[in-house]
C-alpha cells in the first residue's frame, strides 16, 4: 500500500481539527503537517515534497486559489470550502476534487480514494508493473455553468453538440457543459466513445443499432457523418 504525503490548510480552527482527524482515519494517508497560515504553507512546500494538499479556498491572507498560482509543481488538490461559487475557478486551475461543508467522512473517503487509485496506477506504471493510458479510468470531470460535475463514463449514452455548449445524455439526465468537443474528447478513452459526426459522440457499449449512415442509441436516432463514417466502421469491425 502506498503512502500518500498530505498536508491540510485551513485558517478556521475547528474545520482544521476536523481535517486531522479524517486524515489519521484513513491507513494510505500520512499528514504531515496542517497550517492556518497560507504563508507558512508555501514555506513548507519549498522544503518538503507533498502529494496531496486539502486546501480551503477562503482564509484571510489570500485565498486558496491564489495560493495554487504560487505554487510551481502542483501537487493533488483538493479544496474545502463552504461556497460553491468558486467551482468554475477551481476546474480551471485543474484541482482533483472540491469538498463543500459541512464535509462528511464517507464524502472525504470517496475523494482520496480515486486520489489513491491515481498515484497508485501512476507508482505501478515508474515500478514497470502496469502500463496506465485512459481506457482505464471510469469516471471524469466536467464543467457545467455553476459547478464542477463528476460524471461516471458508464452513464452516458451520447454527446451532442449545441452551438458553443455540449449537451450530455446520460442514463438519468441531461447536462449542459461548457466545454467544446476537442476538449471532452481529451477525457475520454477513445476505445469507449467516438465522434461520429460534427455534432455527435457516441459511447460505443450503448449502441444497439448501426445502420448505413444511422446509429440507434436508446430512442435516439444519431446521424453518422461522411467524414466520419470510415473511421468508425473500422473501429466498430476490428
Known amino acids: ?8 490548510v485551513d485558517d478556521e480552527p475547528p474545520a482544521l481539527r476536523q ?10 494517508l500520512d499528514l504531515l503537517g496542517s497550517f492556518s497560515n497560507p504563508m507558512d504553507t508555501l514555506g513548507f512546500l519549498k522544503e518538503n515534497k507533498v502529494d496531496l494538499i486539502f486546501l480551503d479556498i ?20 483538493i479544496l474545502t470550502t463552504a461556497y460553491d461559487s468558486y467551482a468554475l475557478q477551481a476546474f480551471d486551475l485543474e484541482v482533483d476534487d472540491y469538498l463543500l461543508k459541512p464535509i462528511s467522512f464517507d464524502r472525504f ?21 502496469v502500463t496506465i493510458n485512459s481506457d482505464e479510468l471510469d469516471y ?11 460524471l461516471d463514463l458508464n452513464d452516458i449514452l451520447y454527446i451532442e ?8 445524455n446520460t442514463l438519468s439526465e441531461r447536462i449542459i457543459t ?16 467516438q465522434r461520429v459526426h460534427k455534432s455527435y ?6 449502441i444497439e443499432i448501426i445502420r448505413k449512415s444511422s446509429i440507434l442509441i436508446g430512442e435516439k436516432v444519431i446521424p453518422i457523418g461522411a467524414s466520419f463514417r470510415d473511421n468508425f466502421l473500422k473501429l466498430i469491425e476490428t
Not at 59 to 69: N, P, R
Not at 140 to 148: G, L, V, W
Not at 161 to 168: A, D, N, P, S, T
Open 109 to 129: 473517503c470517496k475523494a482520496t480514494e480515486r486520489i489513491y487509485n491515481d498515484l497508485n496506477l501512476v507508482s505501478q506504471m515508474k515500478s514497470g508493473n
Open 201 to 206: 459522440i457516441v459511447a460505443l457499449k450503448k
Open 1 to 8: 500500500m502506498i503512502k500518500i504525503r498530505c498536508i491540510a
Open 178 to 193: 461548457l466545454m467544446t468537443f476537442n476538449q471532452i474528447l481529451k477525457k475520454l478513452p477513445e476505445k469507449k466513445f
Open 19 to 28: 481535517m486531522e482527524e479524517y486524515i489519521r482515519q484513513v491507513p494510505y
Open 58 to 77: 477562503q482564509m484571510e491572507q489570500f485565498t486558496g486559489l491564489e495560493l495554487l498560482k504560487l505554487l510551481k509543481n502542483q501537487p493533488k488538490i
Open 140 to 150: 471524469i470531470f466536467i464543467r457545467t455553468k455553476s459547478r464542477i460535475q463528476r
Open 161 to 168: 453538440g449545441l452551438k458553443e455548449y455540449l449537451i450530455i
